[in-house]
Structure formats: structure tokens, C-alpha cells
């Protein structure tokens, strides 16, 4: 008895309070996939045609049970995808715990009425032993459709709750480092750490990611006035909401890194960090995680704090040392036969291969000229 509309940014900014409902009641939390992430990603980031589901469970529209950000394929007989914004660690995807598998059915009925060439519905960066994977299993195996699994990963996480003790299973002798390094920036300076939801703290997180690598590649929010606008929305939204707050280590009264933590349910997301490359010597970022990581895990509200990050990231891996483990679902429609299935997952991976080997050459012609950069001789006076 779903009932799926296809919205439009108006339309979805009006549900308001049953997007709440929805976001407390959801399978897995996501805050990527809450209105005051969405609403702004939607309006200032979405490149590509983009369509707005909202599963509805029954014709009255009471109840939301599901929403899904689609981007659709480029070739026939392709993968039609949820769409994952590019400063999003998550597909946009909430489902209701309760009715996941029916609002997956129902978006994967709608797929093969509405748009015939998809053969599939992937969703990127699925937890495998979570929740959502789980129901992906059972609906796969009931309506005997293929689910592939590809690109394996593991994202560095903080346990939280009674007993959690990050520093535990971190060798003696990197804490022994990591407490030499805060010593040394404690003799030329105060040090103090705090934690803020307030709007110069989230120009301070904007101003030191421009001020670092980022912004000399053009990549920090700042460098584009729709990233900024993005994330100066985003950010004052979940802070009106009271579940955003940037954490910072203050040099002398001056921030030296920021990083900004999302809230959904029990738990937090760790979604951007940045610090003052001037003080690159001490591992500002670390510190600051360091500093961070005991009042997350003292948080009674939290089971699991989310780096967002890459997997092997050389530092938040060596600090917080729990894992979730990650791949890219894509289930089958009903449309189309395996062959064609089975197709468009040999291109898409072959195409994900592709890209890997050219992001790879990238940054190893990026790491080749800064080791030229910094072997250089001086300009002469």
C-alpha cells in the first residue's frame, strides 16, 4: 500500500516535521540523507539531473517511510544509483525501520515502470553488517534477484559508551610521541581545546581548510561560493538543531585546527577537519582528535563515532581504532533478465577500476612535484 512521489526541492522543504519523524524512526541513522544536509546539498551542489522519491506508507500521506535521491544512468541498460554528494560519506538514502524492504521494493518497482534500461539500483558505501545490508540480503533472496557487492573498504570509527577507552590499544610508544609533540607546542604558547556551535566557529573551520592543502588545490569549500554556501547552511542548520558542534584547539586564543561533528540517533559523524599548515610540525589535526575523542566516548548518547574518512587515512586510523566495513550494493530490478545484469556490473566495474588507476597516477604526480617543490634551491636574493 506505498504510495511513491517524485518531488522537487519546494515540495520536499514543506515536510518538514515527517522528515524528522522519519530521521528518528530510521534503519540506519544518516544524517546525510536529513533535511538540513539534503535541502542545502540539494540547492547549491547537485551537478546532475537528480529525482526526489518519497515513499509513503499509504495513500493518506501521514507517514513517511522512506526518501531516495536518485541519479540516473547515462547508458541503456545501466545502473541507476542513489545519489551520493560529493562531501557526503553516505548515499542519500533513510528508510524507516520498520518498512525498509517494502520502500525498497516499492523504489525498485518504481525504477522498472518509470525508467525501463535500469537493471539495477546501487547504493554506495553500504555498512555490510549493518542494518540496511541485511534487508538488501533478505529482499534479494525473497524475490530471487542478484545483489552484487564490489569495492570492499574499512573507515576508521570510535567506540563510545560504558568502558570505551580509545587510547587503550594505541601502542605506548606513538602516545609517548603524540604527548612530546603537545609539549613542545605547549612551551611556545596556551593551548586550550573547546568545543562550539557558534557562527565564528564554523569560520574558523572554513578559513583553516582554506588556508591548508585544500586550498591550494582549489578544493576547500571556500574556493567555490556554492561549497561555502553549502556548508555555512548545512552547518547552522544542525546547529539550530543542537547536533553540530565544531571542535577546536585555540594557540594563544587562535584556532590552529577545527573539525566539525554531526549528530543522528546514537551516532556521531566526524565530517570535516582542518588545520594551520604553519603548525604542521606539532600534527595539529591529531591533537585535536586526541582532545576530542574522550568527551565523544563519554557521551552516554553515542554507541559509535564515524570518521567519514578515507579508508588507511595516516591519521585517523592510528587513533581511533575500531572499523566499519564498507561496499557498494547494487540490487537488481525486475525488469530485465541476469544477463543484462550481470553486464552492467562487468562495465561499472570496469569503469571503477579505471578511475582508480587515473586518481592514483594523479596523486602520485601531486606528492612527485610537492617533493619537487620542497627539494628546490632558493631563489637567489
Same mark, same amino acid.
Given at each position: %500500500?506505498?504510495?511513491?512521489?517524485?518531488?522537487?526541492?519546494?515540495?520536499?522543504?514543506?515536510?518538514?516535521?515527517?522528515?524528522?519523524?522519519?530521521?528518528?524512526?530510521?534503519?540506519?541513522?544518516?544524517?546525510? @540523507?536529513?533535511?538540513?544536509?539534503?535541502?542545502?546539498?540539494?540547492?547549491?551542489?547537485?551537478?546532475?539531473?537528480?529525482?526526489?522519491?518519497?515513499?509513503?506508507?499509504?495513500?493518506?500521506?501521514?507517514?513517511?517511510?522512506?526518501?531516495?535521491?536518485?541519479?540516473?544512468?547515462?547508458?541503456?541498460?545501466?545502473?541507476?544509483?542513489?545519489?551520493?554528494?560529493?562531501?557526503?560519506?553516505?548515499?542519500?538514502?533513510?528508510?524507516?525501520?520498520?518498512? =525498509?524492504?517494502?520502500?525498497?521494493?516499492?523504489?525498485?518497482?518504481?525504477?522498472?515502470?518509470?525508467?525501463?534500461?535500469?537493471?539495477?539500483?546501487?547504493?554506495?558505501?553500504?555498512?555490510?553488517?549493518?542494518? +540496511?545490508?541485511?534487508?538488501?540480503?533478505?529482499?534479494?533472496?525473497?524475490?530471487?534477484?542478484?545483489?552484487?557487492?564490489?569495492?570492499?573498504?574499512?573507515?576508521?570509527?570510535?567506540?563510545?559508551?560504558?568502558?570505551?577507552?580509545?587510547?587503550?590499544?594505541?601502542?605506548?610508544?606513538?602516545?609517548?610521541?603524540?604527548?612530546?609533540?603537545?609539549?613542545?607546542? %605547549?612551551?611556545?604558547?596556551?593551548?586550550?581545546?573547546?568545543?562550539?556551535?557558534?557562527? @565564528?566557529?564554523?569560520?574558523?573551520? +572554513?578559513?583553516?581548510? /582554506?588556508?591548508?592543502?585544500?586550498?591550494?588545490?582549489?578544493?576547500?569549500?571556500?574556493?567555490?561560493?556554492?561549497?561555502?554556501?553549502?556548508?555555512?547552511?548545512?552547518?547552522?542548520?544542525?546547529?539550530?538543531?543542537?547536533?553540530?558542534?565544531?571542535?577546536?584547539?585555540?594557540?594563544?586564543?587562535?584556532?590552529?585546527?577545527?573539525?566539525?561533528?554531526?549528530?543522528?540517533?546514537?551516532?556521531?559523524?566526524?565530517?570535516?577537519?582542518?588545520?594551520?599548515?604553519?603548525?604542521?610540525?606539532?600534527?595539529?589535526? +591529531?591533537?585535536?582528535?586526541?582532545? %576530542?575523542?574522550?568527551?565523544?566516548? @563519554?557521551?552516554?548518547?553515542?554507541?559509535?563515532?564515524?570518521?567519514?574518512?578515507?579508508?588507511?587515512?595516516? %591519521?585517523?586510523?592510528?587513533?581511533?581504532?575500531?572499523?566499519?566495513?564498507?561496499?557498494?550494493?547494487?540490487?537488481?530490478?525486475?525488469?530485465?533478465?541476469?544477463?543484462?545484469?550481470?553486464?552492467?556490473?562487468?562495465?561499472?566495474?570496469?569503469?571503477?577500476? =579505471?578511475?582508480?588507476?587515473?586518481?592514483?597516477?594523479?596523486?602520485?604526480?601531486?606528492?612527485?612535484?610537492?617533493?619537487?617543490?620542497?627539494? /628546490?634551491?632558493?631563489? /637567489?636574493?
Amino acid at each position: %500500500m506505498t504510495t511513491i512521489d517524485v518531488c522537487s526541492t519546494s515540495e520536499i522543504e514543506r515536510l518538514g516535521p515527517c522528515w524528522d519523524d522519519l530521521a528518528g524512526r530510521a534503519l540506519e541513522p544518516n544524517p546525510f @540523507a536529513e533535511r538540513a544536509f539534503l535541502i542545502p546539498a540539494l540547492r547549491h551542489l547537485s551537478r546532475r539531473k537528480l529525482v526526489v522519491l518519497c515513499v509513503w506508507n499509504g495513500p493518506d500521506r501521514v507517514r513517511l517511510d522512506a526518501i531516495a535521491v536518485l541519479r540516473a544512468s547515462v547508458v541503456p541498460f545501466g545502473v541507476v544509483d542513489v545519489w551520493r554528494v560529493e562531501q557526503a560519506p553516505y548515499a542519500a538514502l533513510l528508510l524507516d525501520r520498520e518498512s =525498509a524492504a517494502p520502500a525498497v521494493e516499492a523504489i525498485s518497482c518504481w525504477l522498472a515502470r518509470q525508467w525501463p534500461g535500469a537493471v539495477g539500483l546501487g547504493i554506495a558505501d553500504v555498512d555490510v553488517n549493518g542494518a +540496511l545490508a541485511e534487508t538488501l540480503r533478505m529482499l534479494a533472496a525473497r524475490r530471487r534477484l542478484r545483489l552484487d557487492l564490489s569495492s570492499p573498504r574499512r573507515r576508521a570509527a570510535l567506540a563510545c559508551g560504558a568502558g570505551a577507552n580509545f587510547e587503550r590499544p594505541i601502542a605506548a610508544r606513538r602516545r609517548k610521541e603524540w604527548a612530546r609533540l603537545k609539549r613542545r607546542l %605547549m612551551e611556545r604558547g596556551r593551548l586550550d581545546f573547546e568545543w562550539s556551535d557558534q557562527p @565564528a566557529a564554523i569560520e574558523s573551520l +572554513l578559513a583553516l581548510e /582554506a588556508a591548508g592543502w585544500k586550498g591550494a588545490r582549489g578544493t576547500a569549500l571556500n574556493a567555490d561560493p556554492e561549497r561555502a554556501a553549502f556548508a555555512r547552511e548545512m552547518l547552522a542548520g544542525f546547529a539550530s538543531q543542537r547536533r553540530m558542534q565544531i571542535a577546536r584547539l585555540l594557540f594563544d586564543g587562535r584556532p590552529i585546527a577545527a573539525g566539525a561533528v554531526l549528530r543522528s540517533q546514537s551516532r556521531a559523524y566526524y565530517w570535516k577537519t582542518a588545520y594551520d599548515p604553519a603548525f604542521v610540525q606539532f600534527s595539529p589535526g +591529531l591533537q585535536l582528535t586526541l582532545a %576530542m575523542s574522550p568527551d565523544l566516548q @563519554a557521551d552516554r548518547r553515542l554507541t559509535l563515532a564515524d570518521s567519514c574518512a578515507d579508508p588507511d587515512h595516516p %591519521m585517523i586510523d592510528r587513533i581511533w581504532t575500531k572499523r566499519i566495513d564498507l561496499a557498494d550494493f547494487v540490487l537488481q530490478t525486475t525488469a530485465h533478465p541476469s544477463a543484462a545484469f550481470e553486464l552492467a556490473i562487468c562495465a561499472r566495474r570496469a569503469k571503477a577500476l =579505471a578511475g582508480a588507476r587515473v586518481k592514483g597516477l594523479v596523486n602520485r604526480w601531486r606528492r612527485g612535484g610537492a617533493t619537487r617543490r620542497a627539494s /628546490a634551491p632558493p631563489p /637567489a636574493a
